[in-house]
């Protein structure tokens, strides 16, 4: 049997578990993406740890949703399960697939720099020059550049969004996860491009409500993004076994 994404699903089971749940749901969310956000807002450093915690943390969010999904009993220490669970694997998820995306976004950006840094060399060295001119040299063509370089983004970290819930739930180590991520978003990628894009316009939704709509909104699309991992990876046996050390 073939399985699939379907968004309106997805987020329709999402809202009524919110719904249900919603100060469990709502605080849980909210503690991850603080802590997440801390995390990197550690100065010098924060950007490394970051990308080395981001995808413990999320793993572990991932972990509480799909224990609610399945009716089992969940509590905020399950948000912080992957620490215990699969803490190497995560990290080197969320450190692989950041590089792996940086080094992409720096080739498609490749052409700006090209043209950026010759400028920005004579800029500087003549102040005197208007900035206007700096950016009518650049054009059309930079702005598109960059914009082409945010969708390579995008459909990148949509390829491994399933790389974290498979390594914390079926207990892959994070090559495999990301691969079986990939090709089963390869399979369905019109369905789950379409999720996120909706998730997405929710999230602006609640940034342009004031800025603190989007904690009111994050958990539908957390959920959504769980939903979908159980419509494609869910009710097989779980193996649950401890990693090989």
Request: hydrophobic share 55%; with cysteine; proline share 4%.
């Amino acid at each position: 049997m073939t399985r699939s994404v379907e968004i309106g699903s997805c987020l329709s089971r999402s809202w009524a578990l919110y719904k249900s749940e919603f100060g469990l749901i709502f605080v849980t969310t909210l503690v991850i993406n603080i802590a997440s956000s801390a995390a990197s807002g550690i100065p010098y450093i924060g950007v490394l740890i970051g990308l080395a915690l981001n995808g413990v943390l999320f793993g572990g969010l991932y972990w509480f949703y799909l224990k609610l999904i399945r009716g089992q009993k969940a509590e905020l220490a399950d948000a912080f399960a992957g620490f215990q669970i699969a803490l190497v694997p995560l990290m080197l998820a969320s450190i692989v697939s950041g590089i792996l995306i940086l080094i992409v976004m720096g080739i498609v950006l490749l052409p700006i720099l090209i043209t950026w840094i010759p400028l920005l060399i004579k800029f500087s060295k003549d102040p005197a020059l208007n900035p206007d001119v700096l950016l009518a040299a650049l054009g059309a063509g930079t702005i598109l550049n960059v914009l082409f370089c945010a969708v390579v983004a995008m459909v990148l970290y949509l390829l491994w969004v399933f790389a974290f819930p498979l390594i914390i739930d079926k207990r892959m180590q994070f090559w495999e996860a990301m691969e079986t991520s990939r090709k089963a978003v390869m399979s369905n990628f019109g369905s789950v491009f379409g999720l996120f894009f909706v998730g997405g316009l929710l999230i602006l939704g609640g940034l342009i409500a004031c800025c603190i709509g989007v904690f009111f909104t994050l958990p539908i699309f957390f959920g959504s993004i769980a939903y979908a991992y159980e419509d494609l990876f869910g009710g097989s046996e779980q193996t649950h076994q401890p990693y090989p050390k």
